[in-house]
């Protein structure tokens, strides 16, 4: 049985090793390449120019990682105590909002944090720019809130709150519920069944939210552009420009992709090894 | 015994929830706006629904990513799910590998994961074109296609692809928790293997497949980037049209239909859950009462059957009617020729498409691009074979120098007469064998007089400290180098390097003093409209459409000089449609399509006639002058003109230079 299925999977390995496995190696090739089509290793040696836009890139995806994880997981625990009903619209709404291209929700949030925009409105209209004035002894006209590394990161959390949201909850709702009532059985506080039992079987769904947010995460360009104001470069933005933007270099492009690719994939299988075993706890 | 939430942590949900929706409801308000601002509100009206309607551009990119959506999902999920079985009978070790082979889109930057597949589509093809080359030659029963090029095909693979991990990622982990056995009993029980699989298997792993075909759809409608590199010249999808827009503006069209779509949505899933909880409803009901009886029994039995098949119908008729709709309203005839070009987005009305297609039968496939530069990588990596592309002066003399263009017949274009001598053998063309000219104008500083002390005139105001904070500054090397230079006096076309170092250094120094609120492209519609921004450096063209939102903004020539521009349309090399695109060039250069043109997007045509008759012309639709002022700065008189330079394309050595100061400037 088990062998005969496992032919089942011979299709989708032939797709992967076209269409999956065959652009890697050209990128592969392609960083290794210089303009002229000799092998070198110059787009590597360039590397160190960069370590801070490496830096700041992963800096501001573990921030909002984070941020989505504190969020994301409080979220999906309730989710799973409500009802059934509740349960499948709160999903739907989650999902819902992505069917509005990113672009176009990521320009909304520029109208609502602008100096001149909703929220500073609202600020003003309610009195709270004119009490920080006479309480700072400042004169300020707007809280500035668009253009911060802040905002990038409220994008980042914007854009990528979902992708936590579902995995974890998708592990929580189906948590055997007897493991929860036998550690409160046997004298656990709601704290403790939290922190021995619900969160190390939630481990699963933790991860791979994880890696679903941080990923995008750490690799986006329009939301550094639209809301960081474009003046601090993350790694999305460095690679889109040696792609698409005005330093086309697909060589160099491809070598700071490969070593960005490394890093999270060396990143992942850490992140992974340390989780294997909560895995099997979860398929006892 | 579940515990409920406290209110508390109830009124957290809810937060989350407004959180996820604010921007999105502030999206729908602005699709009902009367005036073309995603910022300020000047009324309510419904016709930006309606030009939506008769936009054929934007209901062909929405045909498209519904169609490839469907498609990829259905194949995806069936394909995935299968090969999430194979996965999982699979021994450990194996199928660690396949898994991390499986998660590689996952994991990678989507840019890369589309320059990837573009390099390999690309290269796929040359090995093929020389294949079907000796084939065709050896035999003639079958004839290959010799040329290959990107489309339909490759975007729908790509979608595929990058959806396959998201089905087998939600359907592993319910075949991990479906007892093994079960199959095994089934089929000692007599079932043969297809039973089991269709009756105990199946079902288990149900709710998975589900949520994976959801997931996997919605990021294909979501997908902008991957698309962008593998869908060629013919056929772009929504996202892809939205992100082309961003060089000059978004309109609220687009605001529109996502409202649509979401709609749609909403109301699909909606009755989808509505369904499913009355189903669950019944099934509770039936299994509080053990002892029913069988006239009851036969009535919930009957009940669930009557709900059941209804909301799929019901999505899959809303999914069909939508692509029909969409389909209709961009359908053409397969066999019917066509020109691909390719411009920047809201740079062209609209009607000027529909009428050529009436007038020649030519079906013109229209794809936008947000910068030059965007349109060079485009050529180069082999993602846009188009036919016909708009790029601006300095770019245009690069893909000459780099055998990019083709000559054009201009016997074919007898409309080229039209345009003025002034516009005729330009610097990036001296002999004019490659052009047309588009459309021109004047780069300057658009500024607000509420929020400045005096009149702006001079470049300095782009690094002085009095309005820190406030300006906004170019985000593309060419045009914000330019301003650096013109203040300093220098050349903007020069390629000494100290003279360039020295503008970094002013443009850094005025950066780190906090002088730049932001770096933008077209957001600085919505900065300079909406009061959040003082200064920016713009087009003149794009100043005009801002005006109309709001009256307190001014622009002004700096009297330093500045940077003139002409986008001309050029055929490219080997372009595969030739005659139909000098056609479409032929086409555009007409007095009465420059007329329209100028009227939409306020940029100065090329064309003499329709360049001194504009006045005429906007007076006869709108019964009333055209301020002299206004008509000013849409077409720079010749002592502006004579104050502005033309960039040249810059040598090898020089470009690279920018690319290292600006990557630097962002550092």
Known sequence: ?284 | MKKRNSAFNRTFTVLVFLFLYLPIFLLIVFSFNQGNSNTVWTGFSLHWYKELFSDRLIMRSVYTTLLVSVLATAIATFAGTFAAIGFYSLRRRKRAVLNTVNNIPMMNADIVTGVAMCLFFVAFFGLWGSFAQWFNGIQSLIVLPERLTLGFGTLLIAHITFNIPYVILSVGPKLRQMDRNLIDAAQDLGCTWFQAFFKVMLPEIKPGIVSGALTAFTMSVDDFIISYFTAGSSSSTLAMTIYGMTKKRVTPEINAISTLLFVVVLLLLVITNVRESRQEQLEQRRKKLPTVTAAEAAQFARKSRNLGPLPKIAGAAAICVLLIVTGVAASHNAAQPVVNVCSWGEYIDEDLITQFEEQTGIMVNYQTVESNEALYSLLKSGAGDYDVVVPSDYMISQLIEEGMLEKLNYSNIPNFALIGDQFKNLPYDPLNEYTVPYAWGTVGIIYNTTMVDEPISSWSAMFSDDYAGNVLMFRNSRDAMATALLYLGYSINTTDESQLREAYELLSDAKSRGVYQAFVMDEVFQKLEGGNAAIGAYYAGDYLTMLENNEDLAFVVPEEGSNWFVDAMCVLKDAPHRDEAEAWINFIASTEANLANMDFIWYASPNTAALEGYPDYYYENYGEELAPEIYEIMAANEETLSRCQMYVSLPYETRALYNDLWIQLGI
């Open chain 1, 1 to 284: 049985m088990r062998n005969k299925l496992s032919r089942l999977s011979i299709p989708y390995v032939v797709w992967m090793a076209f269409f999956v496995v065959a652009p890697i190696i050209m990128v592969v090739i392609y960083a290794f390449s210089s303009a002229e089509g000799g092998f070198t290793w110059d787009n590597f040696a360039q590397m160190g120019t960069y370590a801070v836009v490496f830096g700041r890139s992963f800096k501001l995806a573990l921030i909002a990682t984070a941020i989505c994880l504190l969020i994301g997981y409080p979220v999906s625990y309730m989710m799973s105590k409500e009802g059934p009903r509740f349960q499948r619209l709160a999903m739907v709404l989650i999902m819902l909002p992505m069917w509005i291209n990113f672009l176009l929700r990521t320009y909304s949030w520029m109208s609502i944090l602008d100096n001149n925009g909703l929220l500073n409105n609202l600020f003003r209209s309610i009195g709270l720019i004119d009490l920080y004035n006479n309480i700072f002894g400042t004169n300020i006209q707007y809280f500035q809130m668009l253009n911060t590394q802040g905002a990038v990161v409220l994008g980042m959390v914007y854009n990528y709150l979902p992708f936590m949201i579902l995995p974890i909850y998708s592990v929580i709702v189906k948590l055997d519920h007897s493991l929860v009532e036998a550690a409160r059985d046997l004298g656990s506080d709601t704290f403790t069944v939290f922190r021995r039992v619900i969160l190390p079987l939630s481990f699963p769904g933790i991860l791979s939210g994880i890696t679903m947010v941080f990923v995008p995460s750490v690799s986006t360009f329009a939301i550094s552009k639209m809301l960081g104001g474009g003046t601090d470069l993350m790694l999305g933005d460095l690679i889109e420009q040696q792609f698409l933007g005005g330093a086309y270099n697909p060589q160099l492009g491809a070598a700071i992709a490969l070593v960005m690719m490394v890093i999270v994939v060396v990143c992942m299988v850490v992140m992974n090894r340390f989780g294997e075993g909560e895995e099997q706890a979860v398929m006892l």
